[in-house]
């Protein structure tokens, strides 16, 4: 009798996943296309229509009464929207029972994000934040800010001097800080405020050049170099040169320049100190980009951020003046973890996260106008549906289908005059879709649009059902 080499009979023995998709009515037959394209799969499948029209209406309870058992399947999987204790599910069937995707067409990019989840959790760059208008708060104000700011990704809170405005309350503000276990920094340009904020406590002092290295002899910070006059590498190098020989650490800044002001010498410069120094600490300020452009700081902190990540930068400091870089640190975070993955991966920084997608997404219409068409026409009751497509926005019911880009042109088909409520729930909806549809932005009905880190969006319960909302509230009273 031959043997069976062990890894053969693991091999014979290895079952591969059998999966029961549910869905509903009108989502079934787009299931069955799109699991079909995605052949061959690692698993078998089934398809259960549970009876329910649409398929993100679905409920845990729902599936309860209505799927008594799971067959031959290994593991469940509903739509991404449906609600309710899954763990209960699990536990009733003996197998997982998982939410899918929201959107049906996206399941062939969840299932290979499922054989490798992104791991967002690494990084290697310190954020520091600077309050640049700490001369002018209280203490009380300086820790809320510092309080945001660490909430959002900072590492360290940068205390940002103003020439010719005092600080009287530095040294207060420091202390405070340390207090509360913040990692402080100092930034000014005179040398008596320095020594105040290192005397105080503060981890890092910016900026330190040539002239001043005195102070990194009488305070403990660790001094962050810049070169003096500005882009003058040489006394940059020197003032490296001195510290290395001291054995004093340090971290070395070679000044980012706007556009148009040498911005592209100064990327230059970076890469020509990491060069001349392979091992040292380097720190990049994003700021005199990300408050002195006009465009989206998402962008530009994610290409910095690529530059920072291959340059083994270890710091940047950035800032939130303007109130279109209000959401900077956020950004930052974001970017640095997704560039500390990719690099990781040895892989592009894309299909990590959708966090810095703020105003397009990559995908932003699942369904053509015509799977829209065939969808509506199945619709037998008198509740309005809103889709977007690149055909444009189309709302439908059982007694039409309408298509346009403009929202006004729409509500007069939707007779909706006597309908206060309904119809201020309809405009909100063809608002946002509108917008959707301008951008190229994911649209879903009762749902608010996704503007990753732009905007910090309520978390849900996805156990939890929803709670009726006030236009429906109002709908019942009448």
């Not at 739509?79 to 995707?101: H, I, K, M, N, S």
């Not at 954020?127 to 708060?137: T, W």
């Not at 971290?251 to 556009?259: E, M, R, V």
């Not at 119809?423 to 063809?430: D, K, N, P, R, T």
Request: hydrophobic fraction near 40%; glycine fraction near 8%.
């Amino acid at each position: 009798m031959a043997l069976i080499h062990p890894t053969d009979y693991i091999s014979l023995c290895s079952v591969p996943d059998h999966i029961l998709f549910l869905t509903g009515k009108l989502a079934e037959k787009s299931l069955h296309k799109i699991l079909e394209g995605m052949q061959p799969t690692p698993f078998t499948y089934d398809v259960l229509n549970i009876g329910v029209n649409v398929a993100g209406l679905m409920t845990a309870d729902l599936i309860r009464r209505r799927v008594p058992h799971t067959g031959r399947a290994t593991r469940v999987v509903v739509p991404g929207r449906c609600r309710g204790d899954f763990a209960a599910l699990t536990e009733q069937y003996g197998v997982t029972v998982e939410r899918g995707p929201e959107e049906v067409k996206d399941l062939p990019e969840f299932f290979g994000k499922k054989k490798k989840q992104a791991d967002l959790s690494g990084y290697d760059v310190k954020i520091f934040a600077e309050i640049v208008d700490a001369p002018q708060l209280d203490v009380s104000g300086i820790l809320k800010r510092a309080e945001r700011y660490r909430y959002d990704g900072a590492n360290v809170i940068d205390l940002g001097c103003l020439p010719n405005t005092p600080f009287r309350h530095l040294g207060d503000a420091v202390r405070a800080l340390k207090q509360s276990d913040y990692a402080v920094s100092v930034d000014s340009m005179e040398t008596e405020e320095l020594l105040r904020g290192g005397r105080a406590g503060a981890d890092y002092l910016l900026s330190l050049k040539q002239e001043t290295l005195w102070i990194a002899d009488e305070v403990a910070s660790t001094p962050v170099l810049i070169p003096n006059p500005p882009g003058d590498m040489g006394s940059l190098f020197r003032a490296i040169d001195t510290l290395q020989k001291k054995n004093h650490p340090f971290i070395a800044d070679a000044i980012l320049d706007p556009i148009h002001f040498g911005f592209t010498d100064s990327i230059l410069r970076y890469h020509a100190l990491r060069q001349r120094y392979p091992e040292i600490e380097i720190m990049m300020g994003v700021g005199n980009l990300t408050e002195l452009t006009d465009a989206d700081t998402s962008g530009i902190n994610t290409l910095l951020m690529g530059i920072i990540s291959e340059l083994g930068i270890g710091s940047i400091l950035t800032t939130e003046v303007s109130l279109h870089g209000r959401r900077a640190v956020r950004e930052a975070d974001a970017a640095r973890r997704m560039m500390y993955a990719a690099r990781q991966d040895t892989s592009l920084p894309k299909d990590y996260s959708p966090a810095l997608l703020t105003v397009h997404d990559r995908k932003p219409f699942p369904d053509t106008a015509a799977e829209i068409r065939d969808t509506a026409a199945a619709i037998k009751d008198p509740s309005f549906r809103v889709q977007v497509s690149e055909a444009g926005i189309h709302v439908y019911n059982r007694d039409g289908f309408h298509t346009a880009d403009d929202p006004y042109t729409l509500f007069p088909e939707l007779k909706l005059d006597q309908e206060g409520s309904h119809a201020f729930y309809i405009g909100v909806e063809l608002a946002r879709a509108q917008i959707a549809f301008q951008l190229g932005k994911r649209y879903t009905q009762d749902q608010e649009l996704n503007w990753g880190v732009a905007y910090a969006a309520k978390e849900e319960d996805q156990s939890a059902y929803h709670a009726l909302g006030a236009t429906l509230q109002a709908r019942k009273k009448q």
